[in-house]
């Protein structure tokens, strides 16, 4: 009897990865296919949608050549979110998908932001979320006034995911949870939908994280193996770092830092996304705009891979200067479009290892400030941190976030969280009866646990608040720009 395997996909930012486990969680095998990001005109950051479909039939038929997948049960997708393709009729992309990193739809979502106020948001969302210019009203605002003929063409305005589904299935479908900032517990919020014209007839059916969309279509790797919508990264991060209960608190380390607490408790706080609940999990997130992708840029500067940088970060011996990773703005908690990344304090003594390790703090700083803001908003304060992603790789990097954020790390021994997740919520699919926080914790394992140095408190406490007071001290200068 063939053993009894799923299929995880992840549509990154930088990469499709997918693993392929068997019903007991080990990783059979992984795979990760890069696609790149355009840039345009400042500001702007597309992708090509048939690249992540490269990657996606790209890993299904690197399993199929590689491995019995006679007892294949299920293949889950999950993605980034807030990157949006509009699609025609068939399914064909009307325009480049417009990544969450795209701000040109600013002035859209600061016009939609005018027709809201805090008491609305509040209503809406459990907390005062901002619409931002990664939001899809604002994207579906500015597709239709800037190219009105391909908004009028529009059948579909689509995740990365769904995009994905809908192209091995020929099923349109969207996840409840990937739908933020659209969705309350009933569905679409209609009010906030009309600030949008057209929007609510081109937003996709909703269901469930393990609704099986369909199967794979005859010709294509897989065919016939029913295929799970899933649900955005951070949640399929969730579920791949061993969260899943009150009190649990994740840290996805990957393009940008992703912070979360699960918590019935609602403390509605400034700079938190709040999902709405889905079984009995409420989660509080705080993603940041960078965190890998600011370590990338700085190792491209350095002619270097971003592994070798990070590990030069721990020759510093010189003055470590401080950096604002606010390379493309800043998302969670501050959600200021308009902050820019800069090096402060340098001195003579500060060279490639004192800047690289600048680098790491001012990511690890964007985490601390971030999960300030959800120990508020969750009324919880965790005593221990589930960490995964890329990002974790580097042991001393875990350890320098631990000693910033004053709480133990303790990291998945899957690096492919999100794709983790996406096969976890592909078992959940075929087995309903076993409840998800069982088979979430039969199938992640962990491989090292970093407790922070508490002699470090005070240090980082007091380079936290210079950190702090850069951003602040700065806001005036970029919104000039």
């Known amino acids: 009897m063939a053993k009894i395997t799923l299929i995880g996909l992840d549509v990154g930012t930088t990469a499709t990865k997918a693993v392929l486990i068997d019903d007991e969680g080990r990783r059979l ?37 590689g491995h019995d997948l006679g007892g294949l049960a299920a293949i889950g997708i999950c993605s980034q979110v807030n990157t949006h393709v509009f699609v025609d009729a068939a399914g064909a992309p009307l325009l480049p998908a417009i990544i969450w990193q795209d701000g040109r739809a600013a002035p859209d979502a600061a016009a939609l ?28 605002a500015h597709v239709r006034r800037v190219w009105p003929e391909l908004y009028a063409r529009t059948a579909h305005v689509l995740l990365p995911k769904d995009y994905s589904v809908l192209q091995l299935t020929g099923m349109v479908l969207a996840d409840t949870i990937a739908a933020v900032g659209l969705v309350d517990a009933g569905g679409y919020i209609a009010d906030l939908l009309a600030l949008a014209p057209g929007a609510a007839a081109r937003l996709p059916p909703l269901a469930g994280i393990t609704t099986v969309a369909g199967r794979v279509k005859p010709g294509l790797p897989c065919a016939g193996t029913p295929v799970v919508i899933g649900t955005m990264d951070a949640w399929g991060g969730m579920f791949g770092v061993g969260v899943v209960a009150d009190g649990d608190a994740m840290y996805q380390s990957g393009t940008s830092e992703i912070a979360g607490l699960v918590s019935s408790t609602i403390v509605p706080t400034a700079g938190v996304i709040l999902f709405p609940s889905y079984a009995g999990i409420t989660l509080h997130a705080a993603p940041t705009q960078t965190g890998g992708a600011a370590l990338g840029w700085f190792a491209q500067v350095l002619g270097r891979s971003p592994g070798d940088t990070a590990a030069l970060a721990f ?67 965790p005593a221990i941190i589930n960490i995964g992603g890329g990002g974790a790789a ?50 992640v394992r962990f491989d090292r646990t970093f407790k922070p140095n508490l002699g470090l408190s005070a240090h980082y406490t007091d380079r936290l608040g210079k950190y702090s007071a850069l951003y602040r001290n700065l806001r005036a200068f970029n919104a000039r720009f």
Do not use: Y
């Open 315 to 381: 020759d510093a011996t010189g003055t470590i200067p401080f950096f604002l990773p606010h390379l493309q703005g800043e998302r969670a908690p501050l959600w200021d479009s308009a902050s820019r990344g800069v090096f402060a304090r340098l001195d003579p003594s500060a060279g490639a290892p004192e800047m690289a390790r600048a680098v790491l703090e001012g990511i690890a700083f964007s985490v601390r400030l971030a999960f300030d803001a959800l120990k508020l908003s969750a009324a919880v304060d």
């Open 394 to 443: 580097s042991d001393a990097w875990c350890q320098l976030r631990a000693d910033v954020l004053g709480i133990p790390l303790r990291r998945c021994a899957i690096p492919e969280a999100a794709a983790l997740g996406a096969a976890i919520l592909a078992g959940q699919s075929q087995d309903a009866a076993t409840p998800l926080p069982e088979v979430v914790r039969r199938l």
């Open 29 to 65: 095998a992984g795979f990760v296919h890069h696609h790149p990001t355009s840039r345009p005109h400042p500001g702007h950051a597309e992708q090509d949608p048939q690249h992540w479909m490269d990657g996606v039939l790209g890993a299904l038929q690197h399993f199929a050549q």
């Open 113 to 140: 932001e005018a027709q809201t106020n805090a008491a609305q948001k509040t209503a809406w969302f459990g907390a005062p979320m901002p619409i931002d210019a990664s939001h899809a009203l604002s994207r579906m």
